[in-house]
């Protein structure tokens, strides 16, 4: 998910698109270069680094562009490519803003009795959906089905399923959605992640994906935008509960937020069982999901974010999304991660490159 484009550097889901790099304990870019000093230069002295990257050995330009897109990549990268350490304090950042987002999206859709996006759209001149109506089947005022019907157990009332968080069925779905990205996010830093996440990387994730997830608890209690308002609806029998008719973008939302979080998190652990093991190690992993798509891990993060726009904010919302994320891992991402990984794997990168056609969706891109 350097100083990047927030929708790819601001997810941490997505920091190695395959591989990784061997371990290295001083925090040196991992190909055997010495670290460029403040000056620019090399500590030796036998080599210095231009400013566009360029490495100039005894006064001579090098031939080769690989340490230079390496490094440019490096640069533009929030994680410190190929740097295999731990830092306590981006970690700790990082959990707890991460952790405090449910709970501001709780108060943005109005959980506990708190009006928070309400007051903010009432602010913009946007009007709101009231919390009761989200609570009731219909909504007599603006002549507009609520979409949710609830259960069909008469011993379950409208907001039943929101259980003690008291939430109607919409915004408890928008609050479920805030919550698995935040604990998905914890988990790749905690478990599948192996480079070093700085304060400064752990302020600019979370302040990104705080932003996107509150615009969404927006866009789902404004009336003008609400996904909940569809005409278009879809019934879901559920066991035990009863059938939920649901609203068809909140529907096809839900499902793709699923699928990309299960592809994004199977493949990141995935590849970390792969490298954990010692005869994989400067090997690329080809196999699981890596065998469908190179960067695979990308296009799960691109569905679920999708799902998750779709679900609140309706098919413009979600079609907007798609596209941002898209356009920036064609055209940003991949090339950045491709002059990396060609650079640390060579042959290897290039064979699999080879195997596999598909940079991010399977049979598509």
Not at 16 to 41: D, M, Q
Request: aromatic letters at 8%.
């Amino acid at each position: 998910m350097s100083s990047p484009e927030p929708t790819i550097a601001a997810d941490p889901g997505h920091p190695v698109a395959n591989g990784g790099s061997n371990k290295t304990g001083n925090g040196t870019i991992p190909n055997g270069s010495n670290k460029t000093g403040s000056n620019g230069s090399i500590p030796n002295g036998s080599k210095k680094t231009e400013s566009n990257g360029t490495t100039v050995p005894n006064g001579k330009k090098s031939s080769s562009p690989t340490a230079a897109s390496i490094s440019g990549a490096l640069h533009k990268d929030l994680i410190t490519r190929g740097v295999y350490k731990s830092n306590p304090l981006g970690t700790s950042t990082f959990v707890g803003l991460r952790a405090l987002d449910p709970l501001l999206q709780f108060g943005l859709l109005g959980g506990s009795g708190l009006s928070w996006g309400e007051s903010i759209l009432s602010r913009l001149g946007i009007p709101a959906i009231p919390f009761i109506d989200h609570a009731l089947t219909t909504t007599p005022d603006i002549d507009i089905s609520s979409t949710i019907l609830f259960p069909s157990s008469p011993s379950l009332s409208p907001t039943s399923l929101g259980g003690l968080l008291g939430l109607p069925t919409p915004r408890l779905i928008i609050f479920l959605m805030a919550t698995g990205s935040s604990l998905k996010q914890i988990f790749w830093l905690l478990y599948t992640s192996r480079e070093e996440f700085t304060p400064s990387a752990a302020i600019t994730v979370s302040a990104y994906n705080t932003l996107v997830n509150s615009l969404a608890s927006l866009l789902l209690i404004a009336i003008p935008t609400s996904a909940s308002l569809a005409p278009s609806r879809i019934s879901i029998p559920l066991p035990v509960v009863g059938t939920f008719t649901l609203p068809l973008p909140m529907a096809i939302g839900s499902a793709l937020y699923i699928s990309g979080m299960s592809i994004e998190t199977a493949s990141e652990v995935h590849r970390k069982k792969f490298k954990d093991k010692p005869k994989n190690k400067g090997e690329v992993c080809t196999t699981g999901l890596w065998s469908k798509a190179r960067h695979i891990n990308y296009a799960g993060y691109t569905l679920w974010r999708t799902g998750y726009a779709l679900a609140a904010g309706g098919w413009i919302a979600g079609g907007l999304v798609a596209a941002w994320h898209v356009w920036g891992f064609a055209y940003r991402s991949i090339g950045l991660m491709d002059e990396y990984m060609s650079g640390r794997y060579k042959e290897k990168w290039e064979a699999y490159k080879k195997d596999v056609r598909w940079k991010l969706v399977p049979g598509i891109y």
